[in-house]
Antibody, heavy 121, light 107 residues
Framework: QVQLVESGGGVVQPGRSLRLSCAAS????????MHWVRQAPGKGLEWVAV????????NYADSVKGRFTISRDNSKNRVYLEMDSLRPEDTAVYYC??????????????WGQGTLVSVSS | AILMTQSPSSLSASVGDTVTITCRAS??????LGWYQQKPGKAPKFLIY???NLQDGVPSRFSGSGSGTDFTLTISSLQPEDFATYYC?????????FGPGTKVDIK
């Protein structure tokens, strides 16, 4: 079955960097786009970034553009989120999600359990 | 960025009730709208894509409708496991944007 497992979260000081990882299994990872979505404590969902199946196309939320970089290693079935110049407002649970277009419409059809990033001095 | 709004922000209902949640986009998004359910401490669960198509395994008491700028999620005969927060998500263009969520709790 499809599984997504995030890791790499933790407590980090403002201005520092952190890299999140999402390990995928149970499907042909190299044929799916992947997304990161975050949720600040007690708040709603915020889309963060997407990377195409082959790593050639990416898009970011304005709030993270220029600071965050999404990448993937299809040989390892992993997608990453490199977060630089972290701010307190980046504190959130970060989820990775698989993108599916098999129906002809977009679906974030499988999600990981999330990893918590806390930016604090 | 396309702004998504939802109403109401919260509602109280009883088991067996029918509830309707509205999602509005700040510009036309055709049928590029999905619905997600989230329970406390859990990852979101994908429910509906293309504004009205149920994901495999989603009970038929869930239904979606609308197009353009106005969309609705209807839950018929509310069940105990349906008490959760519901989010709409537009995928018409980047950046993707979620609505602020509608919390459905027990009356």
């Amino acid at each position: 079955q499809v599984q997504l497992v995030e890791s790499g979260g933790g407590v980090v000081q403002p201005g520092r960097s952190l890299r999140l990882s999402c390990a995928a299994s149970g499907f042909m990872f190299s044929t799916y786009g992947m997304h990161w979505v975050r949720q600040a404590p007690g708040k709603g969902l915020e889309w963060v970034a997407v990377l195409s199946y082959d790593g050639t196309n990416q898009n970011y939320a304005d709030s993270v553009k220029g600071r965050f970089t999404i990448s993937r290693d299809n040989s390892k079935n992993r997608v990453y989120l490199e977060m630089d110049s972290l701010r307190p407002e980046d504190t959130a649970v970060y989820y990775c999600a698989r993108e599916d277009y098999s129906s002809g419409n977009f679906a974030a059809d499988h999600w990981g359990q999330g990893t918590l990033v806390s930016v604090s001095s | 960025a396309i702004l998504m709004t939802q109403s109401p922000s919260s509602l109280s209902a009883s088991v067996g009730d029918t509830v309707t949640i509205t999602c509005r986009a700040s510009q036309g998004i055709r049928n590029n709208l999905g619905w997600y359910q989230q329970k406390p401490g859990k990852a979101p669960k994908f429910l509906i894509y293309g504004e009205s198509n149920l994901q495999d395994g989603v009970p038929s008491r869930f239904s979606g409708s609308g197009s353009g700028t106005d969309f609705t999620l209807t839950i018929s005969s509310l069940q105990p496991e349906d008490f959760a927060t519901y989010y709409c998500l537009q995928d018409y263009n980047f950046p993707l944007t979620f609505g602020p969520g509608t919390k459905v709790d027990i009356k």
